[in-house]
């Protein structure tokens, strides 16, 4: 008997341990106390509500139209400012290769001592040359030289020559295509920038689009907060006044009280939501241009001034299909690439042949024992001289270019399967965002008779208590109230998902520029 009694006293003890430990260690974190007595009285709520509420913004409101939001994206975006850099780096690339059938000037100049032994005493001989040339790449693979050259021996012989060479492959390096795949190659690169850039440009609108509606959309979801905020403040002091005058009981005042404080919490939240959708709105914009230590403007609130409309739209899907594979830049893009994959299958064609050159030489000679009587002597034409000639040369196997063209080949299917995956693409893109609009359209039809729904019901419910109609109770008033805040939140985001859907539409179709009235050569 005494053991147990005992072993009840340590088991006691332990269980009531426990909770301590715990607390001390910090693994189960313990609630608030609850007070003693919970607070009913309005002026005391009132006085702690007031240091809940949220604080107000000292720095000077930007007041920002759509529009504007555009412009300013269009001038300042980072992405966009890089991006319009790269078609001049491509131009730059097509100079480059255009350059290289530039022609070229050159020249030599040499002189020279020699002692050797002599019948006339004199053992130091003295020679010297000198060069000038012109010389160019013809597009047809071909290309010459052509230029003068002096010379005077150590016997004091002056000699003087205007020498032609040209050279023109055959067969392999032979005609225009092969000569210019590197010009070809860059002006479709310096096209496919340029496409990019508007791409880019489309994508800047429809992001900046997004986000702006994001932000309105926050803002009008705050509005929603604080209506649905006073809905509950004003039952609460319904209540309390009722409670005093014993129509009405205590659990009433607390039960809107403690919806008072969640309905706070999401205040709070929504307030949050707004200057996350600033920041994104100012990064896209860059309204604080370059300089990235403008913290002042950061620190601004942005406004929207533009509200989000409904207009209706039912877009034909095959339409749309069409205007895309018309309009879209990465279409237009991969068949750039894929006749830069075919450009370099034929160059790769080409490099399979044997290199046979015709070379030829021609010259004009003149010798005097001044220099000006041999140039005399050359403009005389008696001595010249000419050639004719094959250089031929074929690597035994060919391994080399034969893989290189096989690496072609498997490149341009590539760039085939590509610019199919592609076509598939557009199309699911399209159809995807006319689905949605079709959705977000039923969406908010349906939701425009849930608000008014869910108003009448609470205005309903508010007369029947007013009246001291005894069907209806705080729970039901609360109820309601979270039903009108719930159906008006679900109404600006489907009007706002609407307008994204439409932009989301244009951005697919690639006309998204040519709808907003956006020149991109102006821009």
């Known amino acids: 008997m005494m053991h147990a009694s005992k072993a009840a006293l340590v088991l006691g003890l332990a269980v009531a341990l426990i909770p301590a430990r715990f607390a001390r260690s ?143 492959p055959l067969l392999q390096n032979f005609g225009f295509d092969a000569n210019r795949v590197g010009i070809d190659i860059a002006e479709n690169e310096l096209a496919i920038a340029e496409s990019a850039l508007i791409g880019q440009i489309i994508f800047t609108v429809a992001d900046a689009h997004r986000a702006y509606w994001d932000l309105v959309l926050a803002y009008r979801q705050l509005d929603v907060q604080r209506v649905s905020l006073d809905q509950a403040a004003e039952l609460l002091r319904e209540n309390i006044v009722k409670m005093q005058m014993k129509v009405a009981i205590k659990t009433d005042v607390l039960q809107a009280r403690a919806t008072m404080a969640s309905r706070r919490i999401l205040l709070v939240q929504a307030e949050s939501s707004i200057r996350l959708y600033e920041d994104n709105l100012k990064r896209l914009t860059n309204i604080a241009g370059n300089n990235g230590q403008a913290t002042a403007t950061w620190q601004q609130p942005l406004v929207p001034t533009t509200e989000a409309p409904f207009i209706e739209s039912h877009p034909d899907e095959l339409d749309a299909i069409r205007q895309a594979f018309e309009n879209r830049t990465d279409y237009f893009s991969q068949k750039k690439r894929m006749e830069n994959a075919d450009i370099q299958l034929r160059f790769a064609k080409n490099q399979l042949y044997p290199q046979l050159d015709l070379a030829a030489s021609a010259s004009v000679n003149g010798t005097h024992s001044s220099q000006r009587g041999a140039l005399d002597s050359m403009a005389e034409d008696r001595f010249n001289r000419w050639s004719l000639g094959m250089v031929f040369s074929y690597p035994l196997g060919n391994r080399s270019r034969k893989n290189a063209y096989r690496q072609r080949q498997i490149e341009k299917d590539q760039a085939l399967l590509y610019f199919k995956s592609l076509e598939q693409q557009i199309i699911l893109d399209v159809r995807s965002a006319v689905r949605n609009i079709e959705t977000d359209f039923r969406r908010v039809k349906a939701a425009r008779i849930a608000v008014d729904s869910a108003r009448a019901n609470l205005e309903a419910a508010q007369e029947v208590k007013k009246e001291g109609g005894a069907g209806i109770t705080t729970t039901d008033i609360l109820q309601f109230q979270a039903e009108l805040e719930s159906a008006s939140s679900n109404y600006l985001r489907s009007v706002v998902d609407y307008n994204k859907s439409l932009i989301t539409l244009d951005q697919a179709k690639g006309t998204l520029l040519k709808t907003q009235n956006i020149d991109v050569k102006r821009e």
């Open 26 to 168: 910090g693994e189960a974190p313990a609630l608030p106390a609850p007070p003693a007595e919970a607070v009913v009285d309005l002026a005391q709520i009132e006085a702690e509500d007031k240091g809940l509420e949220l604080k107000p913004r000292t720095e000077p409101p930007i007041q920002l139209s759509l529009q504007q939001c555009i412009e300013l994206a269009l001038r300042n975006n980072i992405g966009l400012q890089i991006e319009r850099l790269n078609p001049e780096l491509r131009g730059a690339a097509v100079e480059i290769a255009r350059s290289a059938f530039d022609p070229t000037i050159g020249g030599t100049l040499n002189g020279g001592m020699q002692h050797q032994p002599s019948a006339n005493g004199s053992p130091v001989k003295h020679t010297a040359d000198g060069t000038a040339y012109i010389s160019q790449r013809a597009l047809s693979g071909g290309s010459y030289r052509i230029g003068p050259e002096l010379y005077r021996s150590a016997d004091s012989t002056h000699a003087a020559n205007l020498a032609l060479t040209l050279t023109q």
